[in-house]
């Protein structure tokens, strides 16, 4: 995961400056055995985040405040994020489930 990040990041620095044509992205987060995959993730805004729940049981996405997404079992659901800021998520089901999705603008 680290290494997954560590060339996200190298890719975002690599972009020239002002470049500012960089198309909208989905960016998607699996949810396996009780956990989202990867935990912490780089968008921008108006990427979408889509979740993809491999387990046989519900969760959710879900923004204190903010937006929820249902992940029924074995089933997908998405956002778009509009704003940057760092947006911390958990499932409501499984409060330990944590996810965190850092958007630049
Ligand atoms: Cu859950």
């Not at 560590?6 to 055995?33: E, F, I, N, S, Y």
């Not at 993730?41 to 959710?60: C, L, P, Q, R, S």
Request: hydrophobic share 45%; charged share 20%.
């Amino acid at each position: 995961m680290l290494t997954r990040r560590h060339l996200l990041m190298t890719a975002v620095l690599a972009l020239p400056l002002g470049a500012g044509t960089a198309r909208a992205q989905t960016l998607r987060v699996t949810v396996d055995k009780m956990a989202f995959s990867p935990a912490e993730i780089e968008a921008k805004a108006g990427d979408t985040i889509e979740w993809v729940n491999n387990d046989a049981f519900a969760h959710t996405a879900t923004v204190k405040g903010g937006f929820e997404v249902m992940l029924p079992p074995k089933k997908s659901g998405s956002v778009v994020v509009e704003k940057a800021g760092t947006v911390d998520y958990y499932c409501r089901f499984h409060p330990n489930m944590k996810g965190r999705i850092k958007i630049a603008p």
